[in-house]
Structure formats: C-alpha cells, structure tokens
C-alpha cells in the first residue's frame, strides 16, 4: 500500500532563517506531487505541484521554492523566511492520469516563524 | 474552475443522517463534483466524486442535482468522527490531473454527542 512521510511534524524558526521540508512517498511510482499551505484560519492553497523528477510548477509567487530530486521526494525550501510563512504545510501524491481529481495528503508540517 | 458555494458550518446530532449542500450554478458539463473533508490537524482526505448520476461508497452517497447546478453529501449515519471541515470542489478533467485541487472554506461540521 502506499505511504506518504512528511517531517518534521512541527517546526519554530526566527524570521529571515533557511528552511528544508521533505516528503516521501512509497509504495507508488512517478507519482504527482504536490505541496500545500495552510495559513490559519484560512483555506488551503496550491503552492507547488511536480509531474516527474526536476519539472516543477509554479502557482504562487512567493518566498518559497521546491525541488523534486528523486521520483518520490518533494522537497519545499526558503532561503528567508517570513513571518507570512507560518502554516501548515501539507504535501499530497496523486496518480498520473486519472480523471478523478484523487489527491492523498500527508500528516502535514505546522511551521510557526518567530 | 467554477466556483462552489457552501455553508459556513452545520450541526448534527451523532447517528442521524446529515445531509452537506454545495451549490455551484456554473458548473460546466466536463466538470466533476469532488468531496474532501479535513479532520482536525490532519490533511485532507478524498471522500467521493461524480459527475451526473449519484454515487454511494463505503464513506458517503452523492446526490446530484438533474440540472447539476447542485449537489448534497449524504453521511447516512455521522459518528463524532465525522466532525471536519467538509469541501466541495469542481475540476475539469485536463488530461492528466496533474494540477491540484483548489479549496474553498468549505462547511465545518460539528456533530454533537
């Protein structure tokens, strides 16, 4: 079956620091990746989404990028962190092809920037 | 993608039957109606899809309107655990599915014991 791993669970970082998410998933091959925000009290929003190794797509300009070095790692990174990027960051895998719009997320990452 | 209107919260007593309604009046006709629900703290999770007729699954049934300008998730029997933030969302098949989801505020649903 597959897994999707996200970590940390929890992050607190200062303001104008680096930051590295990870994702892995497993149990499925060349799978769609994606990478979400939540900021509090508000709705989720598409920051990333990643269709094969190295090809990454765009939806939000902001402080963030990502970067998909192997075929299930999706890897969400800043070099500065804002306060604005507080949330919770949540990366989801779908399968290739499906008309279905069948995403499944991981546990998330609740980033606090101090 | 066509915009979903939803209320903002409902409440239900546990083990009665709740019914979720999602207006989206411009819904085109390639446009599939999704249901995903947010537990507390945790991600999403894909509850049912469908296009015209209704659906039924282990989780929840689908009503769909015949105009399709509406649809209704049916929880035939809510548990506590059904307590989320419920959401309604449209897309298009593209080809390949690849772009993601968008979310709105979705109905928070409370189920009280």
């Known amino acids: 079956s597959q897994t999707i791993h996200q970590w940390p669970a929890t992050l607190v970082q200062p303001v104008g620091s680096p930051l590295s998410l990870e994702c892995t998933v497993e149990g499925t091959s060349n799978p769609n990746l994606y990478w979400y925000r939540q900021a509090a009290g508000r709705g989720l929003q598409l920051l990333f989404y990643?269709?094969?190794?190295?090809?990454i797509s765009s939806e939000v300009p902001q402080n963030l990028s990502a970067s998909r070095p192997q075929d299930r790692q999706f890897i969400l990174s800043s070099k500065k962190l804002l306060l604005s990027d507080s949330g919770f960051y949540l990366c989801?895998?779908?399968?290739?092809?499906?008309?279905?719009?069948?995403?499944?997320f991981g546990p998330g990452t609740r980033l606090t920037v101090t | 993608d066509a915009k979903t209107t939803q209320p903002n919260s409902m409440e239900s007593n546990e083990e009665e039957p709740v019914h979720l309604p999602c207006n989206h009046s411009?819904?085109?006709?390639?446009?599939?109606i999704h249901w995903y629900r947010q537990l507390p703290s945790q991600g999403p999770e894909y509850v049912i899809h469908g296009l015209t007729s209704n659906v039924n699954n282990r989780m929840a049934s689908l009503a769909i309107a015949e105009d399709r300008k509406s649809s209704t998730l049916i929880l035939h029997r809510a548990t506590l655990r059904d307590a989320a933030v419920y959401y309604c969302i449209l897309r298009e098949y593209s080809g390949g599915g690849a772009d993601g989801l968008t979310f709105g505020k979705g109905t928070h649903l409370i189920i009280q014991p």
């Open positions: 411009t819904i085109s006709g390639t446009d599939y």
């Open positions: 990643s269709v094969g190794i190295g090809q």
């Open positions: 989801a895998w779908s399968v290739p092809g499906q008309i279905v719009y069948e995403q499944y």
